[in-house]
């Protein structure tokens, strides 16, 4: 069991910055792969950002590739997304995720192969 909090949203002006914390706590986040999804109002929850356990590999959606990073300190047990150049479209409550991964390379895009989820943080992008 993996227990994960989320931080750092708020209100952003278009064109700025945001850094998303995600704090896990129960067993060892090294062998979780981690992902960000986000929801908008009335739409689905959509893949945004992956990082296998390793931090060697990472994924994106494409709408932020170039603009956001996620990043991982284990010692920390953290996760973070790291958003610049915000948008409107960018309004969403994000989530974080974790799946227990058997293999460092292993990067989770679908929201199905995740068992462990935050209770969301809440990014709202304004003109």
């Known amino acids: 069991q993996v227990q994960l909090v989320e931080s750092g949203g708020g209100l952003v002006q278009a064109a700025g910055s945001l850094k998303l914390s995600c704090e896990a706590s129960?067993?060892?986040?090294?062998?979780?792969?981690m992902g960000w999804f986000r929801q908008a109002p009335g739409e689905e929850r959509e893949f945004v950002a992956a990082i296998s356990r390793s931090s060697g590999d990472t994924s994106y959606t494409d709408s932020v590739k170039g603009r956001f990073t996620i990043s991982r300190d284990d010692d920390k047990r953290m996760v973070y997304l790291e958003m610049n150049d915000l948008n409107n479209e960018d309004t969403a409550v994000y989530y974080c995720?974790?799946?227990?991964?058997?293999?460092?390379?292993?990067?989770?895009?679908?929201?199905?192969?995740?068992?462990?989820w935050g209770q969301g943080t809440q990014v709202t992008v304004s003109d």
């Open positions: 129960g067993r060892p986040s090294y062998n979780y792969a």
């Open positions: 995720a974790a799946t227990r991964s058997l293999s460092n390379g292993y990067v989770a895009i679908r929201s199905s192969d995740y068992g462990y």
